[in-house]
């Protein structure tokens, strides 16, 4: 059998005796394991039950949204250790989702979650169901969203995910739907865990403690209080110790292209360096380098360790030191996370709770690299300097090779010393504090807090080379590129020093709502809430390399603020006992871009009681970030091709190869927000109470939608020397060393932030779950979620429609995962006196090598343009997770987990660009291989 196939068989054999089913209820808090409260068709006074998407208290929590709870049980028999993992593995969890492990992009060291695939900032991320401050870096400079690794894990009660647009109720981002973390009330006792595990394949050791401990009863004390403190550390995975294809950038074994580093023609040096003979372009300007015709290529000293000589390659006439630098990164950074979180809650009166909750959480993440190129496209280009003849002393130059001959060398090369290679170091640190009354007064429920909430992320980034000092060494030979061993450390240090920044964001929010219920009809009593709330964001994002001095990174800073202020109500009526019809709306205004109305209107009709039809149609709106329409500009990378006629008047020589072109992303305050439409419909069907079943539909479309505007109107008018579209510009690269008179080519494209294109996404989820006694004291439950997504299309402003379903794009969308079609997980639990036993089956489609937004064809191919691989498609992914527990006392329990049990190698994705051959978003965990876990837990 192949692995996937016995993956499946095993778990259906081991751990399925019958097909399960999963209710979309979220019971109340301090229910384990997810089991519906008693119910009562005669209950008419509401109950303090507030499920996430109403701002009722319910009796029957199924509510016309589809809601679906993870409780702290759950999360444990998951053996999942971060809310990180714990949240992306949602099957709604889609393109747009950032994993831990891209560390390359604009966002590095965070994690987000994208329900429906409709990014980090359409999916609204709550903790005790109030904002949270975002992350200090957007997401591809323009989104953002809630960093998952700054949420308290050791202290959740459980997390409702509302798979339904809300805005009525909530407010901006709340498109595809509301993740809310919910922390526990209360606690009493004391609780200690102590967690270690490493990978198979060496790499990864994860050592884990928790400790919670509380104490007063509310009811008898008049207070409770208790604290929560919680710390991880995870080691790399390095390259090194992985094999084929996650370790090399060669690929012609496997019909792919050899793109090793040290390769000239790839703009690449070993740390021993290849020179070329030439002449300057520009006399004096080491810049404008042009290799003698016929010259070949030579080591700039001798090949050594970790790399090997390289000759007769037809792309590199002469020799070259190949060297794979892809074994110098990471499949999983290092990171360190330490988090406190404590409450107090005391009674005030007989019908009333007042509180105060403080977290802190500090989140590191570390990763390294391979060493910085001298050779560089921005934001100068260096693609053509040389080593001088003569040292601005007048001595002959000592590094170069051909001065002897009165010739400069053309210089590829890797820094072999510099610090921290290619490293990245964030840490994060976030402080919230929440404060709160709430309870009952006569008829009415209240509930108000005011919430602070400040984050500061302090980035450091290594091994970038400051411009004007290499070309200061150069020309003084300060750097010894022969023996770089006698480099001193102010030498290098000043080459490529610290680049760092601290980038901040700040919430501070107060909230008041009450409800109640008005009066009795037919179904029941008719409930009426309303709220009113009022915050403040800030963000401070400084530029990581003011004045472009650094090479290699470009310009990314956002700043600004703003008032909000919203005012929502809603109504449920219980028409008749089998029909519920639930009505809310929503008027924000934004200090920044003006007021917006959100409407909701959803049904629930029970013609039985074992069967539930429901259904929502809501209207929604995502504000624009600080990022989209402050005082912002950020700087992305792409690869470009030159027009035919642009090369053609170049000679078509190296100038015109493909290269990597800068998009300068600018903030506009005229942008508009994303407005959104959405309805969804489902079927909740219970014939047994052991059984149950739910099936939604959903269709989102958005409109507005904020973007970049089209730079290619911009490079259009740019060759054509026309005058460019208004609020754009161009900066051009230096000429072209053997044409210096052409047209040089652009380096930059600056377009503002428009509202300009629409987007259509539509699917449905299925959620069963089933309860089963065995005998014996042994239980089964059984947990299936999937979703498939029918329909992503992006309509541009040119009127063409993009279908993305199935395929790697939008590949231009953060880490370019993809839209998989399918994902699911599917989990079996067994206890049996003081034993359980979880296995779990996690299932992601594959992807066809095609990117709507790059592109027709498969756009992963090799040099020769023949697919890679053959069939243009990266294979689904499934893996399983066996988990498992003991209770040896009831104070003493053990637990051991095997994640990735198969040992599933992921799939190959050569078309990935945020990893190496393999896709991290929904495969990090068959790049890992199998994990092993053990730990142990106390409690009192």
Known sequence: MKPNKLAFALAGLLLSPAVATYA??????????????????????????????????????????????????????????????????????????????????????????????????????????????????????????????????????????????????????????????????????????ADVGTSQKGGGTMRRATFLFGGGDLNKDGYNAYLSIEAQKDDPIKVSDRGFPFDSADLSSVGGDNAIGGQPSLRSGSIYGTVRPGTLGVPGDITTGVADPGSVYQPLRPCGPGTSLVSGDANNPGSYCAQNFARLGQIQPESKRLGVYGRLTVKVGETSEAYIGASYYQNETQTTGAP????????????????????????????????????????????????????????????????GIHGTFGEWNYDSALVINHTSLDVNNYQFLNYAQLLSDIRDGSYNFIDPSKNSRA???????????????????????????????????????????????????????????????GVAHTFGKRTVGGLYAEFDAPLLESLEVDVSGRYDHYSDFGSNISPKVGFKWKPFDSLAIRGTYSKGFRAPSFAENGSSEAVGFAGYTVPDDFAAAHGNDFYTRRYVIGYDSIGNDKVKPEKSRSYTFG???????????????????????????????????????????????????????????AMARPAIVAAPYVNQNALRTKGVDVDLIGRFDLGASAKLTSELTATKIIRWDLTLQDGSTEHFVG?????????????????????????????????????????????????????????????????????????FDLTGSYAITDHFSVNASVLNAFGRKAPFDPFNYAALNYNPTYAQSGAVGRFYTLGVKFKL
């Not at 107060?510 to 915050?535: I, P, Q």
């Not at 191919?861 to 992914?877: E, H, I, K, Q, V």
């Open 24 to 193: 979309q209820t979220a019971p109340p808090a301090g229910n384990d394991a997810g089991q519906p409260p008693p119910q009562s068709q005669n209950a008419q006074e509401l109950q303090t039950i507030t499920v996430t998407g109403s701002a009722l208290p319910r009796v029957d929590v199924e509510t016309p949204s589809p809601v679906v709870q993870i409780s702290a049980a759950q999360i444990e028999r998951s053996g999942l250790k971060t809310i990180s993992d714990v949240i992306r593995a949602i099957s709604a969890d889609n393109s747009g989702s950032i994993p831990n492990a891209f560390t390359a992009g604009f966002a590095a060291g965070s994690s987000g979650v994208a329900l429906r695939g409709l990014t980090v900032n359409s999916t609204l991320v709550l903790i005790d169901g109030r904002r949270s401050a975002s992350y200090g870096l957007a997401d591809d400079g323009q989104r953002s969203f809630v960093d998952l690794n700054s949420i308290p894990v050791n202290a959740i009660e459980r997390i409702e995910v509302l798979k339904d647009g809300a805005s009525s109720l909530y407010g901006a981002d709340a498109i595809a739907g509301v993740v809310n973390i919910i922390l526990k009330h209360d606690f009493k006792g004391l609780q200690a865990s």
């Open 372 to 435: 910085a190129q001298i050779q560089t496209s921005f934001p100068n280009n260096t693609n053509s300097l040389a080593l001088p003849v003569y040292l601005s002393n007048g001595q002959l130059n000592p590094n170069n090779p051909f001065a002897a001959q009165g010739k400069v060398a053309l210089i590829n090369y890797a820094f072999p010393e510099l610090d921290n290679n290619g490293a990245i170091d964030n840490t994060n640190h976030n402080l919230r504090v929440v404060g």
């Open 491 to 553: 030498t290098v240090a000043a080459l490529a020093p610290t680049l760092n920044k601290t980038s901040t964001t700040d919430l501070q929010s107060l909230d008041f709502h009450v409800s109640r219920a008005l009066m009795d009809l037919k179904g029941g009593s008719l409930g009426f809430a309303t709220g009113v709330d009022l915050r403040h964001e800030e963000q401070s994002d400084p530029d990581l390399n003011p004045g472009n001095a650094a090479q290699g990174i």
């Open 683 to 741: 079927v909740v069907y219970q014939p047994i109470d052991q059984l149950s079943a739910s099936v939604d539909y959903y269709d989102i479309k958005k409109t507005g939608v904020i973007a970049q505007a089209d730079t290619s109107a911009v490079l259009a008018a740019y060759y054509a020397g026309l005058p460019l579209p208004p609020g754009t510009g161009v900066t051009v690269d230096k000429p072209d060393p053997l044409y210096p008179d």
């Open 807 to 879: 395929t790697h794009g939008p590949y231009g969308l953060s880490s370019g995962a993809g839209t998989p079609r399918y994902r699911a997980s599917w989990a079996n639990s067994v206890s049996f006196g003081p034993a359980t036993i979880t296995g779990t089956l996690y299932y992601t489609s594959g992807l066809k090598l095609t990117a709507p937004d790059q592109g027709e064809g498969c756009l992963s191919t090799n040099a020769d343009g023949d697919n890679l691989p053959a069939s243009c498609r990266m294979a689904s992914f499934t893996t």
